[in-house]
């Protein structure tokens, strides 16, 4: 056995973790750090509300694109290598769309960005399942956490430098560059060395079992499949209109000052990070599948409270209380449904990178999707309505969820 793969069955100490912790990292500065500077980028290319969004939307294309093809990546170079490729990548075109001095360039860039954020995203998530099984210890929850922290300091650091007049490209450049340095020094290290072969039993998969008949293995895995897809499409409905509706939801439903309305989306954000800084723990205590029926039930109570409020006119306080706990109650979903290519792998041989990419592809779908859907409704029946639609998406997580990752 070589050092490497020993460190990962019997090292507690060990540092293969630190591949998808950088990698998830650098993905929430990265895209923290655009997300302050948008307002600038669309003002530097004299592009206007409708011309801004078809060029949004062509980096959510992309992201999907990228989500597709990622598992082709990681088959060629190993999921190691792809986390490290996609990353870097990402990174450059980060710069890329900083520095687009043009709508149609700065069109091309996103798209590109989105082809590589697709794609670092399901290799990390993919690795870390690797990670997982090797050092046989929950990990999802704390690298989706990372994700979360590293995307609110980005936003405050962006915050800032927007205040202070830093250039765009400046700050980006600098947000990339310490992003390439991070993973060079990974890729140089012998961090992450884990074998990429068959999968060995993960903490969550309950350990060795007999190999089930073709006929049974087969059945299941037809049942698995579209209810996993079914969670992943659910759960954007519930954190899609949770981190961009909710402003608008307190501000035009609840008649909400400004500070208060903008109050929704960082403490539905702040409920996401709190859960999953708890998840690995309440994982490894009492299982998935409990872990994730709780989740879909404390999203449906928060939810209804919330869609209860907004009917009654009560007041702002419990609708912005509502969309806290909505938010910790959402944020097990996606590292749990992320954390599902650890049994599939294990017990029907499929690579985590396909798993992962199924997820996230339909998770990208369900948010290009969501607000399509909100934006017409709310016009319709009123704001309630984004209530109204994260409940659905919350009462199919909780059917779903539990069953996709028993």
């Not at 049974?216 to 899609?240: C, I, K, M």
């Not at 928060?302 to 209860?308: H, N, Q, R």
């Amino acid at each position: 056995m070589s050092v490497d793969v020993a460190d990962g069955l019997h090292g507690r100490t060990s540092s293969d973790w630190r591949v998808p912790a950088v990698a998830f990292a650098v993905n929430g500065a990265l895209y923290g750090s655009l997300l302050t500077r948008f307002p600038e980028i669309a003002d530097r290319v004299s592009a206007s509300e409708t011309q801004f969004g078809v060029v949004l939307f062509a980096a959510a294309i992309g992201g999907l694109l990228g989500s597709l093809v990622a598992p082709l990546l990681a088959r060629a170079v190993g999921e190691r290598s792809a986390t490290l490729l996609a990353g870097a990548g990402y990174a450059l075109l980060a710069v890329g769309v900083a520095w687009a001095p043009q709508l149609i360039l700065l069109g091309g860039a996103l798209l590109l960005l989105g082809i590589l954020d697709g794609a670092h995203d399901v290799a990390m998530n993919a690795f870390a399942v690797r990670v997982q099984q090797h050092r046989a210890t929950t990990l999802m929850g704390r690298m989706h956490a990372t994700w979360s922290l590293s995307l609110a300091g980005a936003g405050v650091l962006g915050t800032v430098a927007a205040g202070l007049r830093v250039p765009v490209a400046l700050h980006v450049g600098i947000a990339a560059t310490v992003a390439l340095v991070a993973q060079l020094a990974i890729a140089l290290g012998r961090s992450g060395m884990v074998a990429e072969g068959p999968p060995t039993p993960g903490p969550t998969s309950g350990g060795p079992e007999r190999p089930a008949r073709p006929a049974r293995s087969l059945g299941r895995l037809r049942y698995v499949l579209p209810v996993l897809g079914l969670a992943a499409v659910a759960a954007s409905y519930v954190e899609s209109p949770g981190q961009e509706w909710t402003g608008l939801l307190l501000s035009r439903g609840f008649d909400a000052t400004p500070q208060v309305a903008a109050a929704a989306p960082v403490l539905f954000g702040a409920g996401l990070l709190a859960s999953r800084l708890l998840l690995d723990v309440a994982v490894s205590r009492v299982g998935q599948a409990r872990v994730a029926a709780v989740s879909g039930a404390t999203m449906m109570a928060a939810v209804g409270t919330g869609l209860l409020c907004t009917l009654v006119g009560a007041p702002v306080w419990w609708a912005l209380a509502a969309v806290a706990v909505a938010g910790f109650g959402a944020g097990p979903a996606f590292p749990l449904l992320f954390g599902s290519a650890d049994q599939l792998s294990v017990r029907h041989g499929i690579p985590p990178a396909r798993t992962a990419s199924m997820v996230s592809a339909l998770s990208r779908v369900g948010a290009i999707s969501a607000p399509i859907v909100v934006g017409p409704l709310t016009d319709a029946f009123g704001m309630a309505m984004v209530f109204a639609i994260m409940a659905v998406g919350a009462a199919l997580v909780l059917g779903a969820l539990p069953r996709a990752v028993r």
